[in-house]
């Protein structure tokens, strides 16, 4: 007999009929109820077992059962399977099993990553994770993007942060020297030095200037020591670039972007929405009454949906944070010192979600604190960058409009000391036909914890890496 899927038969798929299901026990109650689930659904399909099967079954245990699907006597589900066999497929010892079926920490959880995807939460966050990704190009076909696949190891630092983890095949104790003391990458794989990628941005800027609209989603890597929970080491972005596009078309997409992904996974997830919308609502209720959100999960994910972001330039934010009350009575844990600060995630924040009340872009910052390859305004400060915040996130999105003139550009680099050489390629697409053209990148994960409600980015990527933490 070939399988149905638990999804399936919990609509009522081949009702009446010999079927038969694969999955792993959640519970056995009273010796007779199984509550199965194979990943195809939140919903568990409860079978039905008779005295004289003997059963010795415990959560984790692998299991197929055939027998009548039937609709149910009891509460809690339409149908449910009447067993005439139980085939023990892998057996999970209780004594050892680390999966009980009672609530675990989420910190417990991290530790066996590779169990915790058996819980009803981290189904329902991974499936809602695949359904983003895969809104996410559905979306950019719809717009006719061509999907492009950066490289993961490359000799450029993209954001000039140094924040790179070096590839290398040297060995670690007596790296060949140059005459100066240094590690003779010549002697390395690649005959050069090279890393992780931070960003595919400048590789997909190259593409942009002949197929006119890219996208990439892809790893990359931040060797920042960032221990906080909106910050991986290794995380998921979408990187779309689009000639003859502006700051304004460059907002217009990030904006309609997210408001496609969230409805897409609304409209696909919703048993895993739901289940995620109550676990919020429990988990709030747990916080101190100023600190809890005033919106339940779905609440807000409609909310993004059918409100305009608000456009904000950096210039009016500082004077917002300047005069705003948290300001004035100390409340800012770094005290907003004016124009051409590095925003904090708490002044993020408190735009967001004391100020505004809703998601803002903002734009227009001092070209200091941004990337090489943003376009520089008239004023000669500012740049022409965005960046998108979220409530309870802070930036989602980074991007800007580029910097396409060739002399403006060449001047930047040299200011910041760049190596014009390893840069060669990138400067091409200016000397080349160069194109006013505008992109950003949106941390995957950062949506995934909005769309779930998950308060810390380590439990919505799958193994999370992290200072001190590569198990897995
Ligand atoms: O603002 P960022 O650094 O921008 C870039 O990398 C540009 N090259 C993007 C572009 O214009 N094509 O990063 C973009 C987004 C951030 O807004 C944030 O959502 C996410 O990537 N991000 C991280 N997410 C998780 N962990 C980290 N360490 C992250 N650093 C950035
Ligand atoms: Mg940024």
């Known amino acids: ?52 099967q003997n059963l010795k079954l415990y959560a984790g245990t692998c299991i197929c059962v055939e027998g009548t699907l039937k609709e149910s006597q009891g509460k809690g589900q339409d149908y449910e399977l009447v067993t005439d066999s139980v085939t023990i497929l892998g057996e999970a010892d209780p004594a050892q099993y680390p999966l009980q079926p009672k609530e675990h920490s989420l910190e417990f959880l991290r530790e066996i990553a590779h169990l915790r995807i058996r819980t009803n939460l981290f189904g329902a966050v991974m499936r809602v994770r695949s359904t983003l990704a895969q809104g996410v190009h559905k979306f950019f076909a719809e717009r006719g993007f061509y999907y492009f696949n950066a490289p993961i190891i490359t000799g450029s630092d993209c954001e000039g942060a140094g924040e ?26 690649f005959a050069r030095q090279t890393n992780l990628t931070v960003s595919g941005q400048l590789e997909a800027e190259t593409y942009a200037m002949a ?16 221990n906080t929970s909106r910050h991986l080491a290794e995380f998921w972005m979408i990187e779309p670039e689009v000639a003859f596009a502006d700051l304004e078309d460059n907002m217009e997409l990030g904006e309609s972007f997210i408001k496609y992904v969230i409805g897409y996974a609304m409209e696909h997830c919703a048993d895993d929405i739901a289940f995620l919308d109550a676990r919020f609502a429990k988990e709030e ?35 917002i944070l300047l005069n705003s009350k948290a300001q004035k009575k100390g409340k800012f844990k770094y005290p907003v010192e004016g124009w051409g600060m590095d925003l904090q995630s708490e002044h993020e ?23 090489f390859y943003m376009r520089q305004n008239e004023d000669g400060k500012t740049v022409r960058a965005m960046d998108i915040l979220f409530p309870g996130i802070g930036e989602i999105i980074g991007g800007s409009q580029r910097e396409e003139r060739m002399d403006v550009l060449m001047k930047k680099v040299n200011d910041l000391g760049m190596d014009e050489k ?23 994960e950062r949506l995934v914890m909005f769309v779930t409600g998950m308060g810390n980015i380590r439990d919505v990527i799958p193994f999370p890496r992290y200072p001190q933490n590569a198990e897995f």
């Open 1 to 52: 007999m070939k399988r149905t899927k638990i999804s399936d038969l919990l609509k009522g798929k081949g009702l009446g009929e010999k079927v038969m299901a694969n999955g792993w026990v959640r519970t056995f109650r009273n010796d007779m109820f199984i509550a199965l689930n194979d990943g195809s659904s939140i919903k568990n399909l409860q079978c039905v077992t008779h005295e004289g």
């Open 164 to 189: 790179m983890f070096g590839v290398s095949v040297l060995p670690h104790a007596d790296a060949p020297k140059d005459e100066n003391g240094a590690v003779d990458f010549s002697k390395d794989f």
């Open 211 to 226: 197929l006119g609209q890219v996208y990439t989603f892809g790893p990359t890597f931040r060797a920042e020591n960032s």
């Open 285 to 319: 209720s747990k916080k101190p009454t100023a600190e809890r959100s005033d919106m339940g999960l779905t609440e807000k994910l409609n909310f993004i949906l059918h409100n305009d972001f608000k456009r904000v330039s950096y210039t009016e934010a500082i004077d």
């Open 349 to 371: 924040r408190y735009l967001v979600e004391k100020h505004f009340g809703c998601p803002v872009i903002l734009y227009d910052y001092p070209s200091e604190i941004k990337a």
């Open 422 to 444: 390893t840069l060669w390629w990138y400067l091409d697409t200016r000397r080349f036909g160069s194109a006013p053209h505008s992109g950003f990148g949106l941390g995957f």
